[in-house]
């Protein structure tokens, strides 16, 4: 990954993503971040960049020539227009998703704003984004770029370790972390959880998925709109790709999810019923028989229902045509709404991921119908 931040103070960006961290992903080349002075393309002797606004009013406005030349430099020095994001109060907040989703390009220009604010008609032409982080007024965009590469840097391959690793948070489900406590087991007559310390795991993982579900009530109920609890639903078809493949998905999507394997039958005769907060990605594997024919394979779809409930299939390659609709047009019978289909067939780490964010994305789309 390669950023590349537009700015008038160089120093106040280099100062933060050299340090720590970052500062370490630069060192040893998985990333970089290169800072360009607008103030290099000014088109005045005196190297001003900013004028008065037409109008009135106080304060300056920068101006649109120096910013389109100092990113028409970078699409010549890249040999392609990278997506620009500009950093100002005025957009969405920033979120996880939209740093996932920033962290699958390959070069991110960062431009910072200053004194009023640039010409609208150059942030018209070249800016792709609008990134605000947080609802209050910076005096400049250059904070703003520091957290978006400090937050989008934990996506990009090597720069965290995998002890630092992102990969199981809680705020991908859009939860907040569990409580954390390390030694010594009593400070000041308060005992850690006893739970932590017993040693068992499927135990621990509950506790934490509670507690983290009863922080996110208590002081962001505004983010549990949209979490999801996901069910990963697989048919044990042995030698079939498909299974694996749903299961790693799953784990990009989220660190708490429920895996059941309906190939036994003790699962085959329970019923499930999900609710609208509840995500079902069901893998199809090729030996899986027509539920309108097979009445085996029948009641345990029939087993799975929802209340608008999100869905994705993933099917095998060599799953028929008729299984495919059937299981659809059963699914959608049972209170489901199909929200992907994909292919069992897309491996890769990074392609895994790539469909994991999209059903993220396709996710919080679903709840704001
Ligand atoms: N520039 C000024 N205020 C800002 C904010 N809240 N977020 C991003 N950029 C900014």
């Given at each position: 990954m390669r950023f590349h931040v537009?700015?008038?103070?160089?120093?106040?960006?280099?100062?933060?993503v050299?340090?720590?961290?970052t500062?370490?992903a630069i060192k040893n080349g998985y990333m970089s971040v290169d800072t360009?002075?607008?103030?290099?393309?000014?088109?005045?002797?005196?190297?001003?960049?900013?004028?008065?606004?037409?109008?009135?009013?106080?304060?300056?406005?920068?101006?649109?020539?120096?910013?389109?030349?100092?990113?028409?430099?970078?699409?010549?020095?890249?040999?392609?227009?990278?997506?620009?994001?500009?950093?100002?109060?005025?957009?969405?907040?920033?979120?996880?998703?939209?740093?996932?989703?920033?962290?699958?390009?390959?070069d991110?220009?960062?431009?910072?704003?200053?004194?009023?604010?640039?010409?609208?008609?150059?942030?018209?032409?070249?800016?792709?984004?609008?990134?605000?982080?947080?609802?209050?007024?910076?005096?400049?965009?250059?904070?703003?770029?520091?957290?978006?590469i400090?937050?989008?840097s934990?996506?990009v391959?090597?720069?965290?370790?995998?002890?630092?690793?992102?990969?199981?948070?809680?705020?991908?489900?859009?939860?907040?972390?569990?409580?954390?406590?390390?030694?010594?087991?009593?400070?000041?007559?308060?005992?850690?959880?006893?739970?932590?310390?017993?040693?068992?795991?499927?135990?621990?993982?509950?506790?934490?998925?509670?507690?983290?579900?009863?922080?996110?009530?208590?002081?962001?109920?505004?983010?549990?709109?949209?979490?999801?609890?996901?069910?990963?639903?697989?048919?044990?078809?042995?030698?079939?790709?498909?299974?694996?493949?749903?299961?790693?998905?799953?784990?990009?999507?989220?660190?708490?999810?429920?895996?059941?394997?309906?190939?036994?039958?003790?699962?085959?005769?329970?019923?499930?019923?999900?609710?609208?907060?509840?995500?079902?990605?069901?893998?199809?594997?090729?030996?899986?028989?027509?539920?309108?024919?097979?009445?085996?394979?029948?009641?345990?779809?029939?087993?799975?229902?929802?209340?608008?409930?999100?869905?994705?299939?993933?099917?095998?390659?060599?799953?028929?045509?008729?299984?495919?609709?059937?299981?659809?047009?059963?699914?959608?019978?049972?209170?489901?709404?199909?929200?992907?289909?994909?292919?069992?067939?897309?491996?890769?780490?990074?392609?895994?991921?790539?469909?994991?964010?999209?059903?993220?994305?396709?996710?919080?789309?679903?709840?704001?119908?």
């Amino acid at each position: 990954m390669r950023f590349h931040v537009l700015t008038l103070f160089p120093e106040m960006i280099e100062g933060i993503v050299n340090t720590s961290i970052t500062g370490r992903a630069i060192k040893n080349g998985y990333m970089s971040v290169d800072t360009v002075n607008i103030r290099d393309y000014s088109t005045k002797k005196t190297m001003r960049v900013d004028d008065y606004p037409y109008g009135g009013g106080a304060g300056m406005v920068m101006e649109a020539e120096p910013v389109f030349r100092a990113v028409s430099a970078i699409e010549d020095k890249i040999g392609r227009k990278p997506r620009v994001v500009y950093l100002t109060p005025q957009a969405e907040v920033l979120n996880q998703t939209k740093v996932e989703e920033l962290a699958v390009e390959e070069d991110l220009v960062l431009l910072c704003g200053h004194y009023e604010g640039i010409d609208d008609r150059v942030l018209q032409e070249v800016v792709t984004d609008y990134v605000s982080i947080g609802d209050y007024v910076l005096t400049g965009g250059e904070l703003g770029a520091a957290v978006l590469i400090d937050a989008v840097s934990r996506f990009v391959p090597g720069v965290l370790s995998n002890e630092e690793s992102s990969q199981f948070e809680s705020m991908q489900d859009n939860l907040l972390e569990y409580p954390q406590y390390t030694r010594p087991e009593e400070w000041h007559g308060v005992r850690v959880p006893p739970v932590l310390l017993s040693g068992d795991h499927t135990k621990i993982e509950a506790w934490r998925y509670e507690q983290s579900v009863l922080r996110t009530q208590e002081r962001r109920p505004d983010l549990l709109r949209n979490s999801y609890r996901v069910l990963c639903v697989t048919y044990g078809d042995e030698g079939d790709e498909t299974d694996a493949l749903v299961m790693s998905l799953t784990e990009t999507i989220t660190r708490y999810g429920e895996y059941q394997d309906y190939a036994r039958r003790k699962l085959q005769k329970t019923r499930r019923a999900l609710g609208a907060n509840e995500l079902l990605i069901l893998g199809v594997p090729a030996g899986i028989t027509d539920p309108e024919k097979d009445v085996d394979a029948a009641v345990r779809f029939r087993n799975l229902r929802g209340t608008a409930s999100p869905a994705v299939l993933v099917f095998s390659p060599r799953a028929g045509e008729e299984v495919r609709k059937s299981i659809r047009d059963c699914l959608t019978k049972n209170g489901f709404v199909i929200i992907g289909v994909y292919e069992a067939e897309e491996t890769g780490v990074e392609k895994i991921r790539e469909i994991g964010l999209e059903i993220r994305k396709k996710a919080l789309h679903f709840h704001d119908r």
